[in-house]
C-alpha cells in the first residue's frame, strides 16, 4: 500500500548518481516554470534550467539538490533527473559562486575576453540560480 504513496526519484549528472529512492513529492525548476510531481504524475519530458531540485521522502525529509540544466522524465511511478551538472545544495560553494559571477561579469565588460557575451550571461543565470539555494536553504535553517 505504501508504493501507492511514492515515486521512484533518479538524480545523475555526468559526475555520477545524486540520488535514488522513493519521494512522496519532487519540485524542479522546468523550462517553462517550476512543477511539482506526486506519485500517479502524467507522463512528462521537459527541459529544466538551472535551480533547485527538492526531494520530499515519504518520512517527511526534504533533500535539495542544485542543477545546472538537463532533462526531467516523469512516469507514473518513477522522475529521472538527467543534469548538465548537479549538486547537494549544501555542498555549494558560495566563494566559488561569487568568483564566477565576477568573471562572468567581467566578461560582459570584455568583448575581446575568453567568454562570450552568450556564456557570460548563461554564467551569470546559473550563479544567480546556484545563489537563491543557498538563501532558501539559509533561511529554512534559521
Known amino acids: 500500500m505504501a508504493e501507492a504513496h511514492t515515486i521512484h526519484v533518479d538524480i545523475v549528472s555526468a559526475e555520477g548518481e545524486l540520488f535514488a529512492g522513493p519521494a512522496a513529492a519532487v519540485f524542479v525548476a522546468a523550462s517553462q516554470g517550476d512543477l511539482g510531481i506526486y506519485p ?36 507514473p511511478n518513477k522522475v529521472t533527473v538527467l543534469a548538465d551538472t548537479a549538486m547537494r545544495a549544501r555542498d555549494i560553494d558560495e566563494a566559488a559562486a561569487l568568483a564566477a559571477k565576477q568573471r562572468a561579469e567581467e566578461a560582459l565588460q570584455d568583448k575581446g575576453g575568453h567568454m562570450t557575451q552568450a556564456e557570460a550571461l548563461a554564467e551569470l543565470s546559473r550563479v544567480a540560480a546556484m545563489m537563491k539555494v543557498l538563501k532558501r536553504l539559509r533561511d529554512q535553517r534559521g
Open 40 to 75: 500517479r504524475h502524467a507522463p512528462l519530458l521537459t527541459l529544466l534550467k538551472p535551480g533547485e531540485v527538492r526531494v520530499q521522502t515519504p518520512d517527511g525529509q526534504e533533500h535539495h539538490f542544485f542543477v545546472g540544466g538537463g532533462a526531467l522524465e516523469v512516469q
